[in-house]
């Protein structure tokens, strides 16, 4: 049994909790109504920080371009925004959200991030998956790490979890947690006995980078395309703290993170330390980039 | 059953194997000796690339620098790399091999490449674990990437696997195997009913760049530092192809490596190229590296 209450549990740190529920396209109303309630219901287990799907807001498989953009929304002040920021402030937890926004005419696969005192920032998904190209511009924020009271939190999105870079850019800037709203679809060389590769991808770059990693996956098939659900909640150690869950459930996962004990856990032994250990002089600038170091 | 012959396997592309072995600290010649037998069963059974574990020749837990010192040897002139090219050129094979190198006064944990047109190349450990600080210097080779006609091979040792960067300036340097002589030792967290982290950390850069990763590890314990067997091939989708390998036997794995089938694997999708889908404009430089682009 996990203990909420941190002066019970002995440390600091946030329980994470993963909410993975089934979004329907087009119905965006109920979607976050869904939602709040399923955010309230986590903030009653104690959760401090709650990370929805990604496109939790509007569905994931969009028919054209225009119903797309009439979903989409702009960030901080659109409805569904505006809905997931009161109730950050009501609960006073911090939620990360999957919502498309909209900024102007383009359009990005983007996660918001609010809490207690308000708005915090957005996440921008770098790394476009299939069709989205069709939809969105890649992001353009680069790995933003915020500074709030539970911890350095950074957030990606799906694919951007296929990037090893994605994870170390986030952990270089000092991220303790990050935070993956997530639409996981079965991969092609997935074999039926095994979990999800996306799993192990999340294994391996919270072990390689020393920070947790909090996946919330949504379920169900829309217009034809499966998503695979097994939302995952992984230690700095890399190893699961909570989860998979099922492939096909409404759940949520809930797991305290100690960041005191995730920092500490970097030092390998008295010559290594998993982030100071890299070798920069031989990475940077990686080959074929088409830039040279100064 | 694995087709040995190009022609009845219907594609190009070598047959890896592994040797899973144990060396005994000091006993160079018995070591090389041991490892030239296993190379000829591998060569036997229709293996064309054959990676030895990493220290191979000298055994890992030297007692200090001079011992390590007296073991290490010349490269490609020492006696265990005149050996091991030898069995390369008699066999008609190409062989990589951990071997303690002296460079002068410098020693370095190295592997040899050898094949049967004679010495191809050495790779020095860039990421050094423990007390191996107390023996050898930082690898400063970079991560060479050898074109052979089995492949472009690139070469990683043990905790360089703990860096994605490593598996990643290899693909993008354009490898399509990547051997990884390695003496994997148990992890503080790792829990006793689950694989080695490292075997997590191996699928998930073989997915996330595409290509094949072979692991040879040894077994034993030497001087009260056991290790942990678990050798492991993995193709350039992630997913093991032979192996893990017991974790205390002498064992050879075996798999034949696909390069049409590994190269086509990197395009997803009519969207999506693993390596191309990179963005390097936010990734480069990284940050803290104390480097600025020009």
Same mark, same amino acid.
């Given at each position: 049994?996990?203990?909420?209450?941190?002066? /019970?549990?002995?440390?600091?740190?946030?329980?994470?909790?993963?909410?993975?529920?089934?979004?329907?396209?087009?119905?965006?109303?109920?979607?976050?109504?869904?939602?709040?309630?399923?955010? /309230?219901?986590?903030?009653?287990?104690?959760?401090?920080?709650?990370?929805?799907?990604?496109?939790?807001?509007?569905?994931?498989?969009?028919?054209?371009?225009?119903?797309?953009?009439?979903?989409?929304?702009? @960030?901080?002040?659109?409805?569904?925004?505006?809905?997931?920021?009161?109730?950050?402030?009501?609960?006073?937890?911090?939620?990360?959200?999957?919502? &498309?926004?909209?900024?102007?005419?383009?359009?990005?696969?983007?996660?918001? $991030?609010? %809490?207690?005192?308000?708005?915090?920032?957005?996440?921008?998904?770098?790394?476009?998956?299939?069709?989205?190209?069709?939809?969105?511009?890649?992001?353009?924020?680069?790995?933003?790490? $915020?500074?709030?009271?539970?911890?350095?939190?950074?957030?990606?999105?799906?694919?951007? %979890?296929? $990037?090893?870079?994605?994870?170390?850019? &986030?952990?270089?800037?000092?991220?303790?947690?990050?935070?993956?709203?997530?639409?996981?679809?079965?991969?092609?060389?997935?074999?039926?006995?095994?979990?999800?590769?996306?799993?192990?991808?999340?294994?391996?770059?919270?072990?390689?980078?020393?920070?947790?990693?909090?996946?919330?996956?949504?379920? %169900?098939?829309?217009?034809?395309?499966?998503?695979?659900?097994?939302?995952?909640?992984?230690?700095?150690?890399?190893?699961?703290?909570?989860?998979?869950?099922?492939?096909?459930?409404?759940?949520?996962?809930?797991?305290?993170?100690?960041?005191?004990?995730?920092?500490?856990?970097?030092?390998?032994? &008295?010559?290594?330390? @998993?982030?100071?250990?890299?070798?920069?002089?031989?990475?940077?600038?990686?080959?074929?980039?088409?830039?040279?170091?100064?």
């Amino acid at each position: 049994m996990l203990q909420y209450d941190p002066a /019970e549990r002995g440390f600091e740190g946030p329980v994470v909790a993963c909410i993975q529920m089934e979004p329907h396209v087009g119905a965006k109303r109920d979607n976050v109504a869904r939602s709040i309630e399923l955010v /309230e219901s986590a903030a009653k287990n104690g959760a401090s920080l709650v990370v929805l799907p990604e496109l939790s807001n509007t569905g994931y498989v969009f028919a054209d371009r225009e119903e797309a953009f009439s979903l989409a929304e702009a @960030l901080p002040d659109g409805e569904a925004a505006q809905n997931f920021a009161e109730a950050a402030q009501r609960l006073g937890i911090h939620i990360v959200a999957g919502v &498309a926004e909209r900024a102007e005419e383009r359009l990005y696969n983007s996660a918001l $991030f609010t %809490g207690p005192s308000g708005h915090i920032g957005v996440y921008r998904k770098l790394h476009l998956w299939n069709n989205e190209h069709r939809f969105f511009e890649p992001g353009d924020h680069g790995i933003p790490v $915020f500074d709030t009271p539970l911890g350095r939190i950074a957030i990606a999105i799906c694919y951007d %979890g296929w $990037f090893p870079e994605t994870y170390r850019l &986030a952990a270089l800037q000092g991220a303790d947690i990050v935070c993956v709203p997530t639409n996981w679809v079965p991969m092609p060389a997935q074999p039926d006995d095994r979990p999800a590769m996306a799993l192990t991808l999340t294994m391996a770059a919270a072990h390689s980078n020393g920070i947790a990693i909090a996946c919330a996956n949504r379920i %169900g098939t829309e217009r034809g395309q499966p998503f695979i659900g097994q939302s995952l909640i992984v230690g700095g150690d890399g190893w699961p703290v909570a989860g998979p869950a099922s492939g096909d459930r409404e759940e949520i996962l809930y797991a305290a993170i100690d960041l005191k004990r995730t920092r500490a856990e970097r030092t390998l032994n &008295a010559f290594n330390h @998993l982030l100071r250990d890299r070798r920069a002089d031989v990475y940077d600038p990686m080959p074929g980039t088409g830039r040279s170091s100064s």
